[in-house]
């Protein structure tokens, strides 16, 4: 290859993408406080995990929940132990609704405000526990599926802490 094909092949790759904006139906989470954020959902970047997602708000599952996980680069829940049961406890790091999806790979870049699926590892299909980026995260690209994109309320989600109540997550069309 020649330097300049070699040069332009390199500066296609490195050029930055547009700004992620998935299109798909919205997902709204109450908190106790009545304080809520929208996630805007990408069913083109993981379609079971957001038609799954999409099913468990609407069964209700997500109600009365409680964030169990807040850093300052991440929060997450998806444990129904999490309703009554101390949330350090196994039964809420690692608890879901017990349906394990397959993985979805995704080229979401993932920046402030993702909203992904956690797992027992990289590249593995998670459950029912999301988390959201509140920062920056390269590192977990291509590594959990991604169900979208805090779109409204991203100040809601910076202020979740660890015990952080959820009085309802539902779609809206």
Do not use: N
């Not at 919205?26 to 996630?39: A, D, H, K, N, Q």
């Not at 929060?75 to 017990?98: E, F, M, N």
């Not at 979805?104 to 920046?111: A, R």
């Not at 029912?128 to 590192?139: G, H, V």
Request: with cysteine; glycine share 10%; net charge positive.
């Amino acid at each position: 290859m020649s330097l300049v094909a070699t040069l332009l092949v390199a500066s296609v790759l490195a050029a930055p993408q547009g700004a992620y904006r998935p299109t798909g139906p919205r997902i709204v989470v109450t908190l106790e406080s009545g304080r809520s954020f929208t996630i805007t959902t990408d069913p083109k970047a993981s379609p079971k995990t957001v038609a799954y997602i999409q099913e468990l708000c609407a069964s209700k599952f997500y109600d009365r929940q409680r964030i169990h996980r807040s850093e300052p680069w991440v929060v997450q829940w998806g444990a129904p132990a999490s309703k009554d049961k101390p949330l350090d406890s196994d039964a809420v790091r690692s608890g879901g609704s017990g349906k394990q999806l397959p993985f979805e790979e995704s080229l979401v870049d993932y920046k402030r405000g993702v909203v992904g699926v956690a797992s027992t590892g990289l590249q593995v299909g998670g459950d029912s526990q999301l988390f959201i980026l509140r920062k920056d995260t390269e590192r977990l690209w291509r590594s959990y599926a991604v169900v979208g994109l805090v779109t409204e309320g991203m100040d809601v989600v910076d202020g979740m802490r660890v015990g952080t109540r959820i009085r309802t997550m539902r779609v809206v069309r």
